[in-house]
């Protein structure tokens, strides 16, 4: 299942939802699949993950931009993008879980018909990765390669597909 063009679910085997918290409401907004936290200092929010972050009070940010009629309200019109982060000042949902399988996929800038560019976006390294690899946060929004006995070990690289770019991570919390 997928959430944008760079993060999706393979496996919902043991997931957990940890309930809607709001994103910020004002600077940058939280791409889909990020590592985020409980912003403790704000009830009710959540923050992107410091580079880090223990596990527990964090996981993976998931935004549904689809409603009943299929236009989201935080959006000016159906045509707004980018559809690949979570609104500013809108309820995300974290999530994580043991076991949880998802998948990230770096992508470039593309030119839509109408002539508009969805931006490119990296959640991961875009090299020096291999099958049982680490992720942690970065503490910028996404993740980096985790430096195994250092760094909280968010998720564990299974599979890397060098032709699509799709890599492959199970949770370990």
Do not use: C
């Not at 994580?96 to 992508?107: C, D, E, I, Q, S």
Request: proline share 6%; aromatic share 10%; net charge positive.
């Amino acid at each position: 299942m997928s959430y944008s063009r760079n993060f999706g679910f393979r496996s919902f085997e043991n997931i957990v939802r940890n309930g809607r918290f709001r994103s910020p409401k004002t600077g940058t907004a939280i791409l889909i699949g990020a590592p985020v936290i409980i912003d403790t200092a704000t009830p009710g929010f959540l923050k992107p993950a410091t580079a880090g972050a223990a596990l527990g009070l964090g996981g993976i940010a998931v935004f549904e931009h689809i409603q009943a009629k299929g236009v989201d309200t935080a959006l000016t019109t159906s045509s707004d993008s980018p559809f690949n982060a979570v609104p500013l000042g809108q309820y995300a949902q974290i999530v994580h879980g043991p076991g949880a399988k998802v998948w990230f996929k770096n992508t470039a800038d593309k030119t839509l018909y109408d002539g508009r560019v969805q931006t490119g976006v990296s959640l991961i390294p875009a090299s020096g990765l291999a099958v049982g690899d680490g992720l942690t946060p970065d503490g910028a929004g996404k993740f980096k390669k985790a430096t195994i006995g250092t760094d909280p070990v968010w998720l564990f690289i299974e599979q890397i597909n060098a032709t699509t770019g799709l890599v492959e991570a199970r949770f370990t919390f």
